[in-house]
């Protein structure tokens, strides 16, 4: 039995972690706060780290500890369990996190460039099909995913990004603007809210089985030390994201009087890319997309692949399910990009309040030691006001409920969940107190 990594098998861990994380949204929405935000960049930044870094950490140190999505979900009750994790694995799977990774690097970083008399979408299903292959294919074989992203994909990635930061440093346009939009009334709440986009915090729900089977994978089999492993991994990968996340809000703050016309980040790139390095600019952005995108997607579909393996209870193999959502999610990418996205907002809407009240609950367990009708309370409650939202954020309203909802605290600032929260939670641990009291006084 070992029971130590060495330094080497920790950081390629680590940087595997950051790989699974780092994809389409993360590369996005960092340089478009830059941009919106502009001079108030610093603190939509720290707002952004607690939704696409703080809460992905949380979350994948719960999962470990739980052993799984499943385990954690099941805290409140096993329809909770079932029905929650189903949506989570499908949302960040074929439904959406796949086919939206595999469906940006090309509409962002190829498209653009193609000649007038050649078929997007011909072209789209030539470049996915390539695109979901690779994802296939080191798929197949889990247990070398260490070796496959943390010494070769993700430092290529890191390495790509940060020749774009320099580059950036060297023109030095320094074009700050003042912030717009929302950035300019509320420029925290925002930048908090924007964090979602990355659907990191959903994301690691999945990814915290993964890292603690990588861990596994080379024979640390006390669970204290896996544990501990995958904190420690936890803590290095945030910490990369983070940076990252500061050179893309700088690159997007720094150009932001040069893109007054783009719409997303991916457009900020390509202007920034083609201003610092010319033709070049193409294909060293082409890279950086697609190598960002391929490696969410092959955690993505390693993991969902596992749970539907367990789910079956291994009557359906791991191999013939990496089959099925792989071919899936090409097809689903093959919709566009613009399809996709909007659907995305309302999924989020509804999914990651309640996927952030879980982690915290997971992750405070030790220290409060909740009751089931604490967990029951407090996440029908928040799913409940999600759904609501995210409703009518399709411009479904439901009577009498559509109005109640939204005339809750911070509703207007998609934030109507976070005092319900609270004041179950408090519900919650009265119930536990006035329990153990009875009981007390009944042993007495």
């Known amino acids: 039995m070992k029971n130590n990594l060495s330094r080497e098998q920790f950081f390629s861990v680590a940087i595997m972690l950051f790989g699974l994380f780092f994809g389409a949204g993360n590369l996005i929405f960092p340089p478009l706060l830059g941009k919106q935000a502009g001079s108030a960049s610093f603190q939509s930044l720290l707002a952004f780290g607690v939704t696409a870094v703080v809460f992905p950490i949380l979350g994948v140190v719960c999962v470990a500890k739980t052993k799984g999505l499943s385990n954690l ?30 469906s940006l690097p090309f509409e962002m970083a190829v498209a653009p460039f193609l000649p007038e008399n050649v078929s997007v979408n ?6 996915t099909f390539v695109f979901f292959l690779v994802a296939y294919l080191v798929c197949l074989k889990p247990s070398k995913l260490v070796t496959r992203m943390g010494k070769f994909l993700t430092p290529a990635l890191l390495v790509l990004i940060t020749v774009m930061f320099v580059g950036v440093l060297f023109k ?12 300019a009334t509320s420029s925290t709440v925002k930048g908090f809210l924007e964090g979602y986009n990355t659907m990191d915090t959903i994301a690691a729900l999945n990814f915290g089985l993964v890292i603690s089977l990588a861990i596994k994978s080379f024979q640390v089999e006390n669970e204290e030390k896996v544990i501990g492993y995958t904190v420690k991994v936890d803590l290095v990968a945030g910490s990369f994201l983070f940076v990252i996340y500061a050179m893309l809000a700088y690159i997007g ?41 391929l490696t969410t997607c092959i955690g993505l579909i390693t993991s969902i692949s596992k749970f539907f393996e367990n789910l079956t209870k291994e009557k359906v193999s791991y191999n013939k399910w990496i089959v099925f959502w792989t071919f899936l ?20 809407v509804a999914i990651y309040p309640v996927s952030i009240v879980l982690i915290l609950l997971g992750f405070t367990e030790k220290y409060f030691g909740y009751n089931k009708f604490t967990y029951r309370l407090v996440c029908y409650t928040v799913t409940f006001i999600a759904v609501v939202e995210s409703l009518q ?15 809750l605290p911070f509703y207007s600032l998609s934030l109507g969940w976070v005092i319900p929260m609270v004041l179950t939670w408090f519900i919650g641990m009265s119930s536990k107190l006035l329990e153990n009291s009875r009981s007390t006084a009944f042993n007495k």
């Open 122 to 127: 011909l072209s789209r299903l030539v470049y």
């Open 253 to 293: 703050m720094t150009t932001s009087g040069l893109t007054e016309n783009v719409k997303n980040g991916a457009e900020i790139l390509t202007t920034v890319s083609q201003y610092v390095f010319g033709k070049f600019g193409i294909v060293l952005l082409a890279s950086i997309f697609t190598l960002a995108c």
């Open 172 to 183: 030095n346009p320094n074009a700050v603007t003042s912030p717009v939009g929302d950035y």
């Open 329 to 348: 999610s090409f097809l689903v990418a093959n919709f566009g990009l613009n399809t996709i996205l909007k659907v995305s907002v309302p999924v989020l």
């Open 393 to 407: 954020s399709v411009n479904l309203t439901l009577p009498f409920v559509t109005k109640l909802v939204s005339s």
């Open 73 to 102: 979900a099941s805290k409140v009750d096993k329809y909770f369990a079932i029905i929650f994790t189903t949506m989570i694995y499908m949302a960040i799977g074929p439904g959406l996190g796949i086919p939206r990774a595999g």
